[in-house]
């Protein structure tokens, strides 16, 4: 979308009144409400935000897409966030039951183009947008709102790499600089205070949760990092394209962006931060057929005198105290249909055959902790709350 498109969104708010509430653990939150605007669109915001109690109010830019429509069935039980603007501009006019028939029984505004959205009711943002799209959009939007951006549009600190991966200059280099990465897990403290966050990716979420730790605590070595991922199809966007058809995908395995995936970028920024030195992977992602899933198969080199046992109880320690983050018993494999639908990571750590080297198994659900699930945590963050609230969906099987 071109700036001059941008220039027709709507920012009716030049005046904003601040009201304080206290969430779940007693922080103090700042809710902003439009008090010039009295457009319909408004008033009828403001209706369902009073009707429903939500005391935050939400955009969903992107809505009919996969990560938010998944947004919005996360939504559905969440206790303070309240949607109240959704865009989409393919099927604008048109309400989220009728494009995602599984949401039929939310009574939510319907879609518009986000030429014609209207934030002044709005609080914070769940950017689901695709890449390269993001960046003058969200560059427009009031200063005044948290936002998530679920695009890989903020996620490399360096603007030439992004343009190097993504094939176009970066548009908002000032934007980039105040972005914070949304590992969770990782980066808790910083997304506290984060205006702008950059959901991570699917395959970086699945492969930087295990590896970080290790790498702090200097148990493997950065070299020889090899990564066979597997993603479900809806990994791929619910775009029409060719490759994804059913005849393409079905009853086979499809490699692709072989030494170019360009989420290696972002696996090495995180990875190479964790170790204080420059990290080099061989990543390869596969397409399954399967609608919704993630494993990554990390195979490290251990330092010297380090054991399996070593790597297991550092991850231990890493993630006892998590709530979305499992190390399984010893010996037990990691499988992606117990996590489809929850915001659940499960990981384990086997032994090589070959002396000195390790097999680490993470699952992720990648719509959910791979995307959506996580985006949820980082503004429940963000915003004061307890970070599972909306979030305790548990995964959904057979």
Not at 7 to 34: M, P, Q, V, Y
Not at 196 to 221: F, M, R
Request: glycine fraction near 8%; proline fraction near 5%.
């Amino acid at each position: 979308m071109s700036c001059a498109h941008l220039s027709s969104i709507r920012l009716d708010g030049e005046w904003f009144r601040k009201s304080e509430t206290k969430s779940a653990n007693g922080r103090k939150l700042h809710i902003r409400g439009s008090v010039a605007s009295t457009s319909q669109s408004v008033r009828f915001a403001e209706a369902k935000s009073e009707k429903s109690g939500k005391a935050v109010r939400i955009g969903v830019l992107g809505a009919s897409g996969y990560t938010g429509s998944e947004i919005v069935r996360l939504l559905a039980n969440h206790p303070y966030f309240g949607i109240t603007v959704m865009t989409a501009d393919r099927k604008a006019g048109q309400s989220i039951g009728s494009v995602f028939p599984h949401l039929i029984t939310q009574d939510l505004p319907d879609m518009v183009a986000v030429k014609d959205a209207n934030f002044s009711n709005v609080d914070a943002v769940f950017c689901c947008l695709p890449h390269g799209t993001t960046q003058d959009i969200i560059a427009a939007l009031p200063k005044s709102l948290k936002i998530v951006d679920l695009s890989a549009d903020f996620r490399l600190r360096q603007i030439a790499e992004y343009e190097e991966w993504y094939g176009q200059p970066h548009r908002a280099p000032d934007l980039q600089k105040e972005a914070v990465y949304g590992l969770t897990e990782i980066l808790r403290e910083e997304i506290k205070v984060a205006r702008l966050v950059a959901n991570p990716g699917c395959y970086p979420t699945s492969i930087q949760l295990p590896l970080v730790p290790l790498l702090k605590a200097n148990l493997i070595e950065t070299r020889n990092l090899i990564i066979d991922a597997k993603s479900g199809v809806s990994g791929a966007g619910r775009g029409a394209k060719e490759a994804n058809l059913y005849t393409e995908i079905a009853e086979g395995i499809h490699s692709y962006g072989i030494t170019r995936h360009r989420h290696v970028p972002e696996i090495e920024q995180g990875l190479s931060d964790a170790a204080n030195s420059k990290v080099t992977l061989s990543f390869t992602p596969h397409l399954m057929p399967m609608s919704r899933g993630m494993q990554s198969t990390i195979y490290v080199e251990m330092t010297s005198g380090v054991t399996i046992e070593d790597l297991y109880q550092q991850l231990k320690i890493a993630y006892e105290d998590e709530e979305f983050v499992i190390l399984l018993e010893k010996g037990v494999v990691p499988h992606t249909r117990n996590v489809r639908g929850s915001n659940y990571c499960l990981l384990n750590v086997f032994p090589d055959r070959i002396p000195g080297r390790a097999i680490i198994v993470s699952v992720i659900d990648n719509l959910v902790k791979g995307a959506s699930g996580q985006a949820l945590q980082n503004l429940n963050v963000m915003m004061g709350y307890p970070e599972n609230t909306g979030l305790l969906y548990q995964p959904l099987f057979p």
